[in-house]
């Protein structure tokens, strides 16, 4: 039974309009009927469309508008192996989807492949309406753009309808029938025809169904990871703070929650208590140097005094990376990228098409094993492998099997070989774990590499990390877009680190016009979400001859993966799992070996190491997890961590400590410092000390 009709006025635009008639109906209960009278009100060919998702970013509801009508469609649950959806509903859908109109609707590349994966629907005639802005497609000013522009808008009113994204249950559905209307609206006005008219259509009845479900899977991914993404952030900041004319300058004390340089869709609310009332003001940042931030109060009002809270409202924009990934798959659905015949993207997710001269390239030159250190035998398969001419090579890793040994006798191999113009990118999630490999390079006097960093992770906040390796450092912010004080900076060097985002990053050109992408090693890959390597294949394919991939998938996952099922690593990845090399020979102390071994690795691991003493403790600790910002802490916890790191600083033992949270890291550093012991180096988070 369908919900009652309701009428909705618009007031997005200006400019007035009658009144738009709305009807509500279960995809169950729609008839050949239902949909012709909707398609009689269509007399310019043009339908907006705006979509709702429930959870699991599943399509939930869809509105069609003409000018005068919105048909609103409650979509049945999505298609399981026991139970399908009204296919009368599903198909009657289709003739409207599928029919002889133009589509227009924002962020098209999720309603296709939406329709696709959950319904079997394909699309044809859309128009992606973001596609004709400049600004970036999550921006409040690219749906303004699309529209028509600022002028003849009411911008607070536009603002208040995508308030809540696109969640069914964040919106309304008298918001949701006037998306769709104003969709149609921007497509019928006369200044935007003409830009629309250029843009790409996406017709995914075109598309092969093996395709389409890769593209699918990646875009709804995507969408998942971001909704995992916060609505606020809690700054963590000293107490100590200037504030003048309007100007408050802060100190972060936390890197992970730090204020930042904020979107435009962003804005900071700093709380205050004055004589027993809450006080609070809002501002933008004007200004970040590491760990210092100038926040531009909106307000002539003084703050109170005493200690403040500052807060970001509103999830972080997508990064180069993210927007990049967003861009190639539209731009794949458009037909406009040719990223799919690419042979590392069909090598990941196309294996079946993949031709049996991408699959086995001869060698440009024999490369034989090169290092100063003996290795084991599964280590020697596994260097030989990485010097051999696959493209495509998996090594599984567990901890301490030396999987930084084989990335270094690796790099050696090649340094030492007659293949000097054979250029190795060595990357990872983490810049802990890219930090690693360096020292690791290091440690067996080969010094002739790069390190890549951020300034954003290293000025002010990481130092500390890099001093056994700062001669090898170029940091972000000294990249220029000059070929020769490149190369002076290079000094010859072919072989770069960097973690996989800064593949993405505008400013690594410089880097790559003089040392191409040729062998890349991913380190910790089973913490890499298969999506998260599109910017790199796509951007870099022209020179891209190997890809290596280590890791360890029984260690952690792709970050979101216990929100987000779907997740995956190329471990997970059946046709690149099953061909990986087993590093089989674990060096840590015996009885912490034989324990991982037999409850993790089902006795598949042999241990060698001189220490057969007892070396591991499980001590239950009677503390209690409490929450901090948008992570955890437990303070009894860390009294016991610190009473241990005292010990082994008398006996002169080397420590580290890592635990699974950033807030308790932080306190940990905290407390170490306070304590006089070493804490520079010493404590980490798990996901960047894997391993």
Known sequence: MSDPPFVILQDVFKTPHKPIFVTPYPCASLTRKVIDEFLNTVDDGVVGVAPAYGPGCVLSILAFASSSRVLLVRMPKPKTKTKRPNMQGRDLTGLILCGDFELFAFHMDILATSLFKDFGLRIRGAVDMLSVCKAARHSLDAKMDSIGGAPGLNKPRLQSLWNGGEKASATTVKDIALRAWVAWRAATFGPMTARFIKAPRIDTSTFLETRLNVIAKIVRDAVALDALKPSFVKNEIASEYTFKQGQLKVTSTRFKNRVRDIDQDQRIKVHGMDKGQRITVTGRTKHIDGRAADITIDTRSKLPPGKLQVVTLGKDAPTNAEAQRTQIILEALQRTSTVMEKPFFRGIWLPHELSASVKSKPPNRSISISFLRPLNASQKTAVEAILSPTPLNVIHGPPGTGKTTVIAAAVTSVAASSARDRTMWLVAQSNVA?????????????????????????????????????????R??????????????????????????????????AITRLVPLHTVIVDEASQVEVGSYLPMINRFSHSLRKLVFIGDDKQLAPYGQSDVKSLQSVFELPHLREGAIFLDTQWMPTRLGTFIGRHVYDNQLKTQHPNKAQCCRFVDVKGKEMSKGQSWINTAEVLVAIAEARKCHSASRAYRIITPYDAQRAMLEKELKASKLPWEDRVFCVDSFQG
């Open 434 to 474: 890219v930090k690693n490999i360096a020292e690791k390079l290091a440690s067996v006097d080969f010094l002739d590499f790069k390190l890549l960093v951020s300034k954003d992770f290293h000025y002010d906040w990481h130092e500390h990390l890099y001093e056994k390796i700062n001669p090898n450092l170029i």
């Open 476 to 509: 972000s912010d000294e990249l220029v877009d000059d070929p020769v004080a490149t190369e002076r900076r290079l000094l010859g060097s072919k072989v770069i680190l960097c973690t996989l985002t800064m593949l993405s990053s505008s400013r690594i050109s």
